[in-house]
T-cell receptor
């Protein structure tokens, strides 16, 4: 079965600094990859997704992620952090033969003013 | 589109009571998923349906949990009897199809507290 690893359960950045949240998956077959964001007391919202098109994917709120097959990675970045980016971020992967996602354990992002 | 609708948003119940959580998926989404989220275990898939049929319920923790989807627009997750360790946020999600590259759309969740 697929597995997803998010390095760093907690990440703190200063406002205006680069945000980098790491995600690695286990499958050797390029799957579909997703990043979700969860604000306090809310459900998960789709930030962006990779579906075998461009390897650099742009999402909402200025986030983007790059799919690197050789590294089995799909790291999430944002050039300049805003206070409103403070949330929990989940990486998820699906397989070409399955109907469910495999979620990472999440990374809590804190933005320091 | 109103999105995935879950009710109630909050539920507080006493140990031993029956609890029913409800979900209305997005119209046209053939897949419906129930997840549980806790600090200790993160997001756990409990069960998912395709065209109202349960496909994988291996994540249902024990016989106290049951889920149904009587039609394409409604699903329930029932816990009977409830226990304090069932306290969590329960999410419902739907999708037209993961194999087609669609993501999930999540509901706002039901926060269950069993005292």
């Amino acid at each position: 079965a697929q597995s997803v690893t998010q390095l760093g359960s907690h990440v703190s950045v200063s406002e205006g600094a680069l945000v980098l949240l790491r995600c690695n998956y286990s499958s050797s077959v390029p799957p579909y990859l997703f990043w979700y964001v969860q604000y306090p007391n809310q459900g998960l919202q789709l930030l962006l997704k990779y579906t075998s098109a461009a390897t650099l994917v742009k999402g909402i709120n200025g986030f983007e992620a790059e799919f690197k097959k050789s590294e089995t990675s799909f790291h999430l970045t944002k050039p300049s952090a805003h206070m409103s980016d403070a949330a929990e971020y989940f990486c998820a992967v699906s397989e070409n033969t399955g109907n469910q996602f495999y979620f990472g354990t999440g990374t809590s992002l804190t933005v320091i003013p | 589109d109103a999105g995935v609708i879950q009710s109630p948003r909050h539920e507080v119940t006493e140990m031993g009571q029956e609890v029913t959580l409800r979900c209305k998926p997005i119209s046209g989404h053939d897949y419906l998923f129930w997840y549980r989220q806790t600090m200790m275990r993160g997001l756990e898939l409990l069960i998912y349906f395709n065209n109202n049929v349960p496909i994988d319920d291996s994540g249902m923790p024990e016989d106290r949990f049951s889920a149904k989807m009587p039609n394409a627009s409604f699903s329930t997750l029932k816990i009977q009897p409830s226990e304090p360790r069932d306290s969590a946020v329960y999410f419902c999600a739907s999708t037209p199809g993961v194999l087609r590259g669609y993501g999930y759309t999540f509901g706002s969740g039901t926060r269950l507290t069993v005292v």
